[in-house]
């Protein structure tokens, strides 16, 4: 059982590192409810640009145009009729 030092350091469970993905270095929010001590990690503010999306999305294949997009969304609407 994690205890608190006297420095207010605790030692947070390795199942619960792992499980929440924690890496050195993240900051963590603390927060009172009743008795009890809610942490959050806190997701760092990524500044995404528009450029971004597909790797975003997990998308690894070629970089198509807005013009090969529109003709391949006709094509697919063509054929489904």
């Known amino acids: 059982m994690p ?5 207010g350091d605790v030692h947070i ?3 619960i ?5 924690l890496k050195p270095g993240v ?3 603390f927060e009172r409810q009743g008795d009890a001590i809610i942490m959050r990690p806190l997701k760092p503010n990524k500044i995404s640009r528009v450029g971004d999306g597909p790797k975003i999305l997990g998308y690894i294949g070629p970089t198509v145009t807005l013009e090969e997009m529109d003709a391949a969304i006709t094509r697919g609407a ?3 009729l």
């Open 78 to 80: 063509v054929q489904s």
């Open 3 to 7: 205890t608190l030092s006297i420095h």
């Open 17 to 21: 590192i792992h499980a929440l993905g």
């Open 27 to 29: 900051e963590l929010a």
């Open 13 to 15: 469970p390795d199942n």
